[in-house]
């Protein structure tokens, strides 16, 4: 289990693995455009090589790409859903060129149309952007805490995706505190374990590439996507501990979303908290 954390690319896409260093991060995850914005600037090919040089030279692996958070396979406008995939395109081109090993999006809001009025639109989007894409690389469904009608906070929805997709580049990303909010009880044994149950049954292990650790600010089932720093929030240490030792996790690379114990993101606490209960979890 390879323990990584979410970090900037300001001073070029190279400096995220120095920083991933920095804080003793064994895995990476950035952005390679704003994060609010449509804009996409194609980074030079200096900076792709560099950056997979110095993975490769640090150990720094996997490295993921995130996506935009405008992305939105629910988009009601034929205009938003053409930008999404475009920026979804982008991304893997850039993601392949780097070594990554794919690209993490929302889904997205259906806004109010309903899961089922959205269902084809949001397939036929990813198998355009599949299409559109290098062979190499991974488009990867992270699941939604459930605010604002977003799409995929239940692990049937994510499932029933996947297997209509029928594309093996198609994975998923396991947010700890999007499930717990989304009414999952991952901070329990008992919680967890009927929480993997379903999503071995509806999504498959086997398509489980990436969990994004995060504690939660808000309770059980409050629809929130807000993330607390590891320890500090309602799954807690004991959590996070029945977590790492749920062997389905084993070697599933960990990525820290967390706002940093003096608010500037993941940092080498967050860090050290979860390499201390990846050693008591013996993996």
Known sequence: MRIGAHVSTAGGLPKAVDRALEIGAEAVQCFCSSPQGWAFKPLPKEQTDAFRDNSR??????AFLHGIYLVNLSAPTPENLQ???????????IASAMGGAGVIFHGGS??????????????????????????????ILENS????????????????????MGDPRMKVCLDTQHCFAA?????????????????????GLAN?????????????????DRHENIGEGHIGLDGFLNIMRHPPFR?????????????KGPDKRNMDILKELRARAGV
């Open 145 to 164: 805490a459930g605010m604002g009608d977003h799409i995929g906070s239940r692990f049937e929805e994510i499932g029933r995706i996947l297997r209509a």
């Open 183 to 203: 009414g999952y009880n991952v901070a329990t044994r008992e919680g967890l374990e009927a929480a993997m149950e379903e999503f071995d049954r509806e999504i």
């Open 83 to 93: 930008k999404s995939k475009d920026s979804l395109v982008s991304y893997m081109g």
């Open 251 to 263: 070697d599933v690379p960990f990525i820290l979303e967390v706002p940093g114990f003096a608010g």
């Open 57 to 62: 030279a640090s150990g720094v692996s996997p």
């Open 110 to 139: 259906h806004r109010g149309a309903g899961y089922e009025g959205v269902f084809r639109q949001a397939v036929r989007c990813l198998a355009e952007v599949l299409e559109a894409s290098p062979q190499d690389v991974q488009l």
């Open 208 to 224: 489980l590439v990436a969990v994004h650790a995060n504690d939660s600010k808000g309770p059980l089932a409050c629809g929130l």
